[in-house]
């Protein structure tokens, strides 16, 4: 499966933001989604998953109750609204794709390229 995600930008403190994911091929309502995002000098962090029909999810504690993830399995679409941002939200946000049903392992199979999340203070 190959990922593109977009709707990345410069936002205010406090201000919201909407990532989008799009997925090619027809397997998308099998995969586990996930969003991570990376710092410059940083290793990869968790952000946040959604099992494959998006009954269950799993947050970083960092991004609960400010993030929420869903999907649209009829457009091969994942989303991650971002509400409240703060500074320390800026990173480059990658979505990523797995087989396995485990939503709580941070082991993905397929990334997209990344979209830019600016905040400023």
């Known amino acids: 499966v190959q990922l593109q995600a977009s709707g990345g930008g410069l936002v205010q403190a406090g201000g919201s933001l909407r990532l989008s994911c799009a997925a090619s091929?027809?397997?998308?309502?099998?995969?586990?989604m996930g969003w991570f995002r990376q710092t410059p000098g940083k290793e990869r962090e968790f952000v946040v998953a959604?099992?494959?029909?998006?009954?269950?999810?799993n947050y970083a504690d960092s991004v609960k109750g400010r993030f929420t993830i869903s999907r649209d399995n009829a457009k091969n679409t994942l989303y991650l609204q971002m509400s409240s941002l703060k500074p320390e939200d800026a990173a480059v946000y990658y979505c990523?794709?797995?087989?396995?049903?485990?939503?709580?392992?941070?082991?993905?199979?397929?990334w997209g390229q990344g979209a830019l999340v600016t905040v400023s203070s």
């Open positions: 959604i099992s494959a029909r998006g009954r269950t999810t």
């Open positions: 990523a794709a797995k087989k396995s049903y485990l939503i709580d392992s941070y082991e993905y199979d397929y």
């Open positions: 091929g027809r397997t998308f309502s099998t995969y586990v």
